[in-house]
Structure formats: C-alpha cells, structure tokens
C-alpha cells in the first residue's frame, strides 16, 4: 500500500514538473514569435517613453525569465538610445519622434545625453513632439527640445529650479546610543557629515550650492536655446512656480498647447500626411531597438573597446550594478589582448567606494596604457573612487552635468557601546597580542583611532599622488581642489580635473584620433555572465528580497533603506562620495 501510494505521488509529481516545464516552454516561444513579429511600418512615429531604469550599459540578459515573467524592469542602455535616436534619422521609416515622459529613472547627464541626441535628429528635418499630462523638472528639460511641447489642460509643469536635501543623524545617535565612528580626510567630504553633525556644515552648503547652481545654468541654457527665452525670464518663471498650471505653462511659453491626448494624437497624424480618421504608425523605442536599430553597424576591421563601469566600487567580482576588480580587470586584459583593439575608453559612472578596490582598478588601467591609449567617459557621476580609476587616461571627458571630483577618503564604523551598557550587557575580549583592535560594543580606544587615521591618511596620500601624476599636476594642486570636494563637469575642467566638456561618442572620437584610426567598430566591456548560484536565482520564484521591500515600502522609503544597506556593507577605508544625494 506504502508502495503505491509512493508510486502514485511520483507519477503524479512528474506529471506537475512537466506541465510546468511545458508552460514555461509556450511562454518563452510566444515571447520569441512577439518579438519576431515586430516591424518597423512605412510612416511610422518613434515614441520614447523611458518608463524602465536608464543605465549606461544593459546588454541582453542571460536570465530567461526576464523577458517572460517582465523581470527586467524595462531597463535600457543609453548607448543603445542614443544609437537607436540617431539610426531614426537616417531611418525612411521613421517619419518623427514623439517624446511621452511623465518621469525619467535616470541621471542628469544621461538626460542631457539624450537631449542633445534628440537635438541632432531634428537637423535631420523630421519633427520632434512632446506630450505629458503633467512634466517634472527632468521630463521637462528633455521634452523641451520638441518643436511642440503639449501639455494636458488639467497638468501643468513642475518648473522650480534644483533641490537636495540631506538627512542627519547625530541626534538620533545620541538618543539611541547606536553611532558611527568617522574617521576622514577631506573637509568637504560630506557622505560621513551626517553622522558628525546635526545641520549642514557651510562647506558641504557650499560645494553643493555651487555644483547644483552649475549644473541648473546647463539645464537653463539648454531650455533657453529650445523655448527662445532668456535665462533671467526662465528663473522668474522657476522662482514665482509660473507654469505650475497648463494655463500657466502656455502664457509662460514654456509649452505650446494645453490639448488632451486624443487632440495630440491628432497633431501626430497631421505631421505625418495622415487624416484624422486613418490608424497611426508607433513603434516604442523599446521595440525599436529590439529590431537591431539600438546598435552602430560596421564591417571595420580596427576596434574601440569601451569599458563601463556602473555602480559603487565594491572589492570582489562586481555585476551589472556594481564594480568590482575581478569584472573590469578581466575586461580590460581582453580588450589588450584582441590585437584588433586599438584603443580603449573607460565609461565611468560610479560614485565611488572601496579604495582597496580601485587602486586594483588604477593599476590594471595603468598597464593597459603602455599597450594603447585610454579615454575615459564620464557619466551621471564619476567621483571620489570613480575619479581614481579615471585619473590616469590619456584624456578625461564629462558631460557639463557630471558630477565629479569628492577626492576624500574615510573610515566609518557602527558602534553600540552606549546601547549595550543601557541594556545591560557587557562584552568581554581576550586576545594573544595587544595591538588595536575594535569592537562594536566597546568605544572606540585612541590606539585603534590613531591606527585607523594613519591609514586613512595613507589612502589620501596615494590619491592624491595618483591624480597629481594622471593630471600632471602638483600634489598642492590637487589638494587644493581635493578634500573630498565635488563639483559639476564644467567646475572641473575649469580646475583641471577633466580635459574637456562631452559625451561618449566625443570620448572614443578621441580615443579613435590617438590610436591614429579612422575605420572602427565599438565593442563593449564587460559581459556579464551568470555563474550557477547567479542562475538558479534566475528562476521566477526566486524574487529579490530587495523587490519585495520595494513594493512593501515604497520608493522613498526604500531609498532609505537602501542607504542604510550601503553603510552596513562598506568594508576597509573607503574613496566614496555622498550616497544620499538626491537632486531634484
């Protein structure tokens, strides 16, 4: 009886993973025939929505759920938009570009990137138009490149100029007993003020007035060139809120029509010799790029091999959301290896973090560069560690909006000590030598701080000499616009940390001129290859605690908690910048 009821269970279990085996199959080829389905139709109209997260490199995933089960949360490289805005100029099929963005899960220099892309379509002499229900500052200032920005008659635009705000916590750490331990070089490097102070220190205020003022005069510019309105008009407009309505927004002409989406529809239609009764053409950028148009075809023989580096500097093997040694080593020996790579450029957007981490970095950069030469690109941001391994480039490229610099270093330690004793417990250590040592619920001895702040020293030191020799400057020099200060790309060819203002396709251009090539094809670094945990993780039941907090708590609230994540896992002494700055 125990045997067939064990034989029964059996094949009834067999029959399940089958029929689950057999589903996942009917799913992963009816996604494979939607995809080959796609065409891109005579007359059609480019929409760009930019729903998903923008990163500066998303290749093709080796999950095959994503896709299926919608994993991949829309994300898009901004190479592969920028290519796929610049294919649609050329493309007899693609008649104009409608802009649809209500929010943009992306950095300030990436916007601008696109921008300026979209801005070189229109040379093409194809319309640009823009439509929202209602524009937030970023939305707006790519939207506003459209020949026609529309709004809807109930929306308005959230033109107010630039905003951050910075939390502290030296309050909350005496009142808990829970504190962080700071040890830092750098008067301005304010990713640790929060836990030294309980208000903003004048030189944090400072440096971040004077970047946020840099990079809301590019944003100013830009829109002043597009909208044909001064500066001093578009600040009166941000200072008063005078588009905060559609009526607003139409006399400020900030857009030119407050029209709902049918009549915009219509407008569509109209620019591309249609009727109003007849169907509209669309194709999402998305689907665009999915057709090959996200890529650059060439048949040349010579290559530029370009590097991304996305995310914090963490010492291990690194992903497509972190850096580590192990993945862009690894890039860079392969690009030095294919005799067919004649330069390099190294895309940089990372705030920083592991200064162990990017010296590995530097120094594998420093052995590429007697082989060929390195560019770098900077994107969003390229500071503190990111500036390390950027230092040393043959040329150094930022968008104007690029935040950069922060060369600082710093220590920081949780410590409970106050916590334990008002709880009532006592923590004993025995050790075989009398070296410094921490513990957490011990304050911290003026032996291990002292030890502690040599090293941190030690780090600053080489950094400084790091970028002194990549710059060719003075160590003084340096450390006159060091001290864990962060500015604006445009801040920093003025102090001589970036050669000159540009994007990506202007960094290999150069890279292309000091390998002395003119016929080239890219090829981009790293691929990210899943290793079997990576895979089993893969599987559709297998969803990130990080998602289920996301839709558990909210997006501000999990930025929180993402923030208090970043500081539980810092390891050794860290070239970071601020990891709670969040520009609105």
């Known amino acids: 009886m125990k045997f067939l009821r064990n034989l029964i269970a059996s094949i009834f279990g067999t029959f399940i993973a089958l029929g689950i ?68 100029a050329s493309d007899t099929n693609i008649k104009g570009i409608s802009i649809r963005v209500s929010g943009i899960n992306g950095g300030i220099a990436q916007t601008q990137a696109i921008r300026y892309a979209l801005s070189e379509f229109k040379e093409s002499g194809k319309f640009i138009n823009a439509y929202a229900d209602f524009y937030d500052q970023q939305s707006y200032y790519l939207s506003s490149v459209a020949d026609s920005v529309f709004v809807n008659s109930f929306g308005g635009v959230d033109f107010k100029g630039l905003s951050t705000e910075v939390l502290y916590y030296k309050d909350v750490q005496y009142k808990t007993g829970v504190k962080m331990e700071v040890i830092r070089h750098g008067k301005y490097k304010s990713a640790v003020e929060p836990y030294l102070y309980d208000k903003m220190s004048d030189n944090n205020r400072a440096q971040i007035t004077s970047f946020l003022t840099s990079i809301w005069n590019e944003m ?43 009549e915009y529809t219509n407008k569509l239609k109209q620019a591309t010799g249609l009727l109003p009764v007849d169907d509209l053409n669309r194709i999402s950028l998305k689907d665009y790029i999915s057709v090959g148009k996200g890529r650059k075809r060439s048949s040349a023989n010579n290559k530029i091999a370009v590097i991304y580096a996305q995310g914090e ?24 290896d294919d005799k067919n790579v004649k330069a390099i450029v190294l895309r940089v957007n990372s705030p920083g973090g592991s200064a162990l981490a990017s010296e590995l970095i530097w120094r594998e950069l420093e052995l590429a560069s007697v082989q060929m030469p390195i560019v770098v690109s900077m994107g969003n ?14 040329a150094i490229f930022a968008e104007p909006t690029t935040i950069t610099g922060s060369i600082g270093v710093y220590g920081v330690l949780p410590n409970i000590s106050e916590l334990a004793d008002n709880i009532g417990v006592n923590a004993e250590q025995v ?41 060719n400057m003075e160590v003084s020099e340096v450390d006159s616009v060091a001290q864990g200060r962060v500015w604006s790309g445009v801040e920093a060819v003025e102090k ?3 050669d000159e203002l540009g994007n990506l396709d202007d960094a290999i251009l150069h890279a292309a001129e000091l390998a002395e090539v003119t016929d080239y094809k890219v090829r981009n670094y790293p ?19 990080e998602k289920l907090f996301l839709e558990e708590l909210g997006e501000e609230n999990y930025k929180i908690y993402q923030n208090i994540k970043q500081l539980s896992t810092l390891k050794g002494i860290q070239a970071r910048a601020p990891f709670i700055l969040d520009i609105k």
């Open 21 to 88: 085996i057999f589903m996942l199959f009917i799913l992963i080829v009816s996604v494979a025939s939607e995809s080959e389905k796609i065409v891109v139709k005579n007359n059609s109209v480019l929409e760009l929505r930019l729903k998903g997260a923008i990163k500066d490199y998303a290749p093709k995933s080796e999950n095959p759920f994503e896709e299926v089960f919608g994993f991949n949360d829309g994300k898009m490289g901004l190479n592969e938009i920028l290519n796929a805005i610049e294919n649609a």
């Open 220 to 262: 100013l510019q830009d829109i002043s060139k597009s909208r044909n309105k001064s500066i001093e008009e578009l600040n009166t407009i941000a200072d008063n809120l005078f588009a905060r309505n559609a009526s607003l927004a139409l006399e400020n002409n900030l857009v030119d029509g407050n029209i709902y989406l049918d």
């Open 431 to 471: 050790s075989t030598n009398k070296g410094a040592s921490y513990s957490v619920f011990e304050p911290m001895t003026d032996a291990f701080r002292t030890v502690t702040q040599e090293g941190v020293e030690q780090v600053y030191t080489i950094f400084l000499e790091r970028v002194a020799k990549g710059r």
């Open 527 to 545: 691929s990210y290859k899943l290793d079997f945990e990576d895979r089993i993780n893969s599987f559709p039941f297998m969803k990130s605690k």
């Open 496 to 498: 001589g940390l970036v």
């Open 313 to 336: 500097i963490i010492y291990g093997k690194g992903d497509e959301n972190y850096i580590g040694p192990e993945l862009i080593i690894n890039a860079l020996r392969k690009a030095t």
């Open 381 to 394: 941001v390229a500071a503190s560690g990111g500036y390390y391994i950027a230092c040393n480039a043959d």
